[in-house]
């Protein structure tokens, strides 16, 4: 079982950061991939970023070179900066941990409770 508790969100400028922080719980975090997702009103939800248990990334088009998505095993914990926020980017994030083709479909049987993302213009 694993629980997992997103913050950092918030409301920031076009061009402005933020870095949101995903809190998990569970022994095994640790050997599961995690992601970020986001959904914005009257949208399906869509996947961010995703990261394996050893560090690897992968990326949605409209976020590469812009969202940087990390994780601290030791810490239990999932990260995503995002930098060079635009209006298009507000939503509600969501993190999900599980196994990685299950993170890359949306799948997980395990997600937090979103944290929203604003960017005014």
């Known amino acids: 079982q694993v629980q997992l508790v997103e913050s950092g969100g918030g409301l920031v400028q076009a061009g402005g950061s933020l870095r949101l922080s995903c809190a998990a719980s569970?022994?095994?975090?640790?050997?599961?991939?995690m992601g970020w997702f986001r959904q914005a009103p009257g949208k399906q939800r869509e996947l961010v970023a995703t990261?394996?248990?050893?560090?690897?990334?992968i990326y949605a088009d409209p976020v590469k070179g812009r969202f940087t998505i990390s994780r601290d095993n030791a810490k239990n914990m999932g990260y995503l900066q995002m930098n060079s926020l635009k209006p298009e980017d507000s939503a509600v994030y969501y993190c999900?941990?599980?196994?990685?083709?299950?993170?890359?479909?949306?799948?997980?049987?395990?997600w937090g409770q979103g944290t929203q993302v604003t960017v005014s213009s």
């Open positions: 999900a941990a599980g196994p990685f083709y299950r993170v890359l479909r949306g799948t997980s049987d395990y």
């Open positions: 990261i394996t248990s050893s560090g690897g990334t």
């Open positions: 569970g022994r095994t975090f640790t050997s599961y991939a």
